[in-house]
C-alpha cells in the first residue's frame, strides 16, 4: 500500500496573532492583522516563547519558526521528542529571504564599526536555512533537514517536499512550513522600488483599486506524519495532503506570465497527483497577493485548470487580504488556513474587496465567510503559492 | 582606562556576559565551566569582543584556548593589562 502523508499538527505565528486556530477564527471573522499599511507579528513577544539563549542566537525569522513549533508540535501531541525513530523524522522550513534583519544590521556595523566588531553568529543567524537547522536542533529531527528557497513559493515547496519525503519513504514523520521576518528597511524600499508594494497600504486581492501586496511576517509549521505510523500511535488526523505539485513559469525574473500557464499546469498537476478531479475542489485559498498581475494571471490559471464553469462556482478567497504577504512563509500559513477552513466547511472571505474588475469574475467571497457546499463527505481544497523567479507551487488538502 | 580596571570589575563584567549569554544566574561563579553553562565557541568570541570594547585588550583565538573558566578568562584579561 502506497505511503500517505497525513496532517496531525499545525502552528502560526501570524498578524492575526499567535496560533493556528487565533489565524483562523480572526479571518473568518473578517478581522485584518494589518496596520499603518504593514502586516507585523504583533502579538508575538520573542521571550514569551523562547530562552534567553534562544533569542540571542537565532533571527526574528527562526524565532517565529520556532514559536510555531512548538504550537504545531504540542498539537501534534508530540513532547520535546518525535515519538518515534528521530533519524527517520525530517524538518523541511522554507523562506523567501531568511534573516535580513541580521544582514542588514551587521551590515550597519560593518560601515560603523569596522570588520572586527561583525557578530560571530552573524552566518548562523542570517543563513536561509537557520530555521530548519534550529528546529531540528531543538526536538532532535535526525532525518534530513533543510530549507527551501523559492521566494513566495518557499513554504508550499517545503510542504511539498515533506510530502514526498514521506510518500518516497525517506522519512515517518517531517516538521515542515515556512517562515519570514523581511519588514526590514532595505526589504521594504526594494520592494518598493519595484513597484510591487501598495501605496495605498491596503490588501485587497483582485479588486479593481488593488495596488500591490502588503509586506507581513510570521511563520507556519505543520506536523506531516506517515498515515499508518499516525494511526497505529492514536493521533488525532487533521486533514491529508493528498497532493501537490510545482512547476516553473520560464517567463520573467518577477512577473508572472500572464496567461497563467505555467500556474494552471501546476494546479492541473496537483490535482492529477492527488486523484482528485475539478468538480470535487469545494474551496480554493489563492496565492491572491493584490497584485495587479498576480490577480489577474492567477485568475485565468483557475478557470484553466477547473475549467470556466467550476471555477465560476468554487469560492476563491485569500488569506492576504487579512495578514498581507508573508513571503515564503505565506503558503505554510495559507496551507493551515485551506486545512482550518476545510475542517470547518467555511470560506472565509477576501477583505476588503468591493470593486470587481474586467475579467477577474470567480467568486471571492468578498468581506464575509461563507459556509461551503459540502455535498461529498469529503471537503478538499487547493492552495497556491507562486514565487518570484516564476516559481509554481500548488498543494492539495483534504480536512478529515 | 583600562590599566584601572581591578580584577573584581573584569569578573563582574564577564559575569554580566555571561547572563546576556543565557548562562543560568546560579551558575555563574568564577570556577564555573563554560561548557556546563552551555557557553560555546561562538559565546567566547563576543565575549572577546566585549573585552576588547571595555579594557582595550585584544584576545586572539590562541589566547582563549585552554581558557575554561570566568577565573582563566579573567587572569588572561588581567595579563594582558599588566
Redesign the interface.
Known amino acids: 500500500m502506497s505511503r500517505r502523508a497525513v496532517i496531525t499538527g499545525v502552528g502560526a505565528v501570524t498578524p492575526l496573532g499567535v496560533g493556528a486556530r487565533t489565524l483562523h477564527e480572526r479571518w473568518t471573522a473578517g478581522q485584518s492583522g494589518i496596520e499603518d499599511g504593514y502586516g507585523r507579528a504583533g502579538e508575538f513577544e520573542p521571550t514569551e516563547h523562547l530562552?534567553?539563549?534562544?533569542?540571542?542566537?537565532s533571527d526574528r525569522y527562526t524565532q517565529l519558526a520556532l514559536a510555531a513549533a512548538a504550537e504545531a508540535l504540542a498539537d501534534a501531541g508530540w513532547d520535546d521528542a518525535p515519538p518515534g525513530d528521530p533519524e527517520r523524522t525530517a524538518c523541511v522550513i522554507g523562506t523567501g529571504i531568511g534573516g535580513i534583519g541580521t544582514l542588514e544590521s551587521q551590515h550597519i556595523v560593518l560601515r560603523e564599526q569596522g570588520a572586527?566588531?561583525i557578530?560571530?553568529?552573524s552566518i548562523?543567524l542570517l543563513m536561509a536555512n537557520a530555521a530548519s537547522g534550529v528546529v531540528a536542533m531543538k526536538y532532535d529531527l535526525r532525518g534530513q533537514s533543510f530549507g527551501t528557497v523559492s521566494a513566495c513559493a518557499a513554504g508550499a515547496h517545503a510542504i511539498g517536499m515533506a510530502e514526498r519525503l514521506i510518500r518516497h519513504g525517506d522519512a515517518d514523520r517531517v516538521v515542515t512550513g515556512g517562515s519570514e521576518a523581511a519588514i526590514t528597511p532595505l526589504a521594504m524600499a526594494a520592494f518598493s522600488r519595484m513597484d510591487a508594494l501598495s501605496e495605498s497600504g491596503v490588501s485587497r486581492p483582485f479588486d479593481r483599486r488593488r495596488d500591490g501586496f502588503v509586506m507581513g511576517e510570521g511563520a507556519g509549521i505543520l506536523v506531516l506524519e506517515e498515515e499508518g505510523a499516525a494511526r497505529e500511535r492514536g493521533a488525532r488526523i487533521l486533514g491529508h495532503l493528498r497532493g501537490y505539485a510545482s512547476t516553473s513559469d520560464a517567463h520573467h525574473l518577477t512577473a508572472p506570465d500572464p496567461t497563467g500557464r505555467g500556474a494552471a499546469r501546476a494546479i492541473e498537476l496537483a490535482l492529477g497527483d492527488a486523484g482528485v478531479a475539478p468538480d470535487e475542489v469545494i474551496y480554493v485559498n489563492a496565492h491572491g497577493t493584490s497584485t495587479p498581475l498576480n490577480d489577474r494571471s492567477e485568475t485565468e490559471a483557475i478557470k484553466a485548470a477547473l475549467g470556466e464553469e467550476r471555477a465560476g462556482q468554487v469560492p476563491v478567497s485569500s488569506t492576504k487580504s487579512a495578514i498581507g504577504h508573508l513571503l515564503g512563509a505565506a503558503g505554510a500559513v495559507e496551507a493551515i488556513a485551506t486545512l482550518l477552513a476545510l475542517r470547518d466547511r467555511i470560506a472565509p472571505p477576501t477583505l476588503n474587496y468591493e470593486e470587481p474588475d474586467e475579467g477577474l469574475d470567480l467568486d471571492y467571497v468578498p468581506n464575509e465567510a461563507r459556509p461551503l457546499q459540502n455535498g461529498a463527505a469529503r471537503a478538499v481544497g487547493l492552495c497556491n503559492a507562486f514565487g518570484f523567479g516564476g516559481h509554481n507551487a500548488v498543494l492539495c488538502l483534504e480536512a478529515e | 582606562m583600562a590599566a584601572t580596571a581591578t580584577r573584581e570589575e573584569i569578573e563582574q563584567r564577564v559575569f554580566k556576559a555571561l547572563e546576556?549569554?543565557?548562562a543560568e544566574t546560579d551558575q555563574i561563579g568564577p570556577d564555573a565551566e563554560f561548557e556546563a553553562m552551555?557557553v560555546d565557541s561562538?559565546d567566547l568570541?563576543?565575549l572577546a569582543?566585549i573585552v576588547?570594547d571595555e579594557y582595550g585588550v585584544q584576545l586572539k583565538g590562541e589566547d582563549m584556548e585552554g581558557v575554561t573558566t570566568v577565573r582563566r578568562a579573567v587572569d588572561l584579561v588581567m595579563s594582558k593589562l599588566g
Open positions: 530562552s534567553t539563549k534562544e533569542v540571542r542566537r572586527e566588531r557578530s560571530p553568529l548562523p | 546576556e549569554f543565557g552551555d561562538l568570541v563576543e569582543q576588547e
